[in-house]
């Protein structure tokens, strides 16, 4: 099982045909809610890669759909709690250049409480994962009471504070990535020097850090591997790092190697790339093997 702590947001997505000015009213060419947030994204990503996945997070109580819709996609929602205030959520405003700026508020992303979590870890059984991102509350602790009841942890830094990494990283197993965060936490501008810099300094990290078009190098004190992205037209990124993610720590769960889950979940990525928007781009495994048998 894989227990992923993390945010779930409803994206609402405006057209329109520029962004809104200082004073300005616009009104916007369509309109469209989906759901999103790193967390919520990475849980359809591993429901979709056919692990058993339990979402830990909080929604409005108001916001029933959500979990349903959670549901629909196969992630277990029994340690999602319902509280009054309002779900996280983010508004966007798309211009006709494929620009985004994006309002995001955090809400009932911030209001998960200890003993929700402790009860979830309580649970843990052997060889179960824990995940996490950064849109959460009690990030730093619950990552080292992860790692006190005995889970594998993963976290994945983003949005990136480099402080709160390096607080946490004696706890983690694996650290996942992009070339930016993994830049920014080595405090380095380059990738090279990142891969040697991470290692030195935490002896018992392993790093995935996803390259884009580039693919993913594994590194850690004892390996470095690195697998090529697979060559496909991209139409749209979002959430290509979220769904390497959710395939790429199936694959782990089920006994995978690294190399092989690497190749997996940059298949994943690919095929989500040439598709638009966020968790209905993620393709199921089956699609992934085919993809792969090709
Ligand atoms: P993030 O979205 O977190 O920045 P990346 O951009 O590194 O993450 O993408 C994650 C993974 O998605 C990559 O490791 C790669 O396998 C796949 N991917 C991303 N962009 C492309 C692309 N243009 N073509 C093929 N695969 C891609």
């Not at 340690?79 to 309002?86: G, P």
Request: aromatic content about 6%; charged content about 15%.
């Amino acid at each position: 099982t894989v227990f992923n702590i993390g945010s779930i947001n409803i994206d609402h997505l405006y057209e329109v045909e520029h962004f809104v000015r200082p004073g300005e009213t616009l009104s916007s060419t369509s309109y469209q809610q989906v759901l999103g947030g790193k967390g919520a994204n990475q849980s359809v990503a591993l429901a979709k890669a056919q692990a058993e996945v339990k979402h830990v997070g909080a929604v409005c109580r108001a916001d029933q759909h959500i979990l349903q819709q959670l549901q629909e996609y196969g992630v277990n929602t029994d340690n999602i709690a319902q509280v009054e205030q309002v779900s996280g959520h983010a508004i966007i405003q798309l211009t006709p250049s494929a620009e985004n700026s994006i309002i995001l508020h955090a809400g009932a992303n911030h209001q998960l409480s200890q003993v929700q979590i402790q009860n979830v870890l309580e649970s843990l059984s052997e060889g179960d994962w824990v995940l996490l991102q950064n849109e959460t509350n009690l990030v730093a602790e619950t990552l080292e009471w992860a790692q006190q009841a005995g889970a594998k942890v993963a976290f994945n830094p983003a949005p990136m504070d480099a402080e709160l990494t390096h607080q946490v990283l004696p706890f983690i197993d694996l650290l996942i990535v992009n070339e930016v965060e993994a830049m920014d936490l080595a405090d380095t501008d380059s990738i090279e020097k990142a891969t040697q810099i991470l290692p030195k300094q935490y002896p018992e990290l392993a790093v995935m850090m996803t390259l884009g078009k580039d693919g993913v190098r594994y590194f850690s004190q004892q390996e470095d591997i690195q697998v090529a992205a697979f060559t496909v037209a991209a139409k749209d990124t979002t959430a290509a790092g979220d769904t390497f993610i959710g395939f790429c720590l199936a694959e782990l769960e089920r006994g995978s190697d690294y190399a092989t889950a690497m190749r997996t979940a940059c298949a994943a990525s690919a095929i989500a790339v040439t598709r638009m928007g966020a968790a209905p781009s993620i393709p199921s495994l089956v699609e992934v093997q085919e993809f792969l048998a090709q």
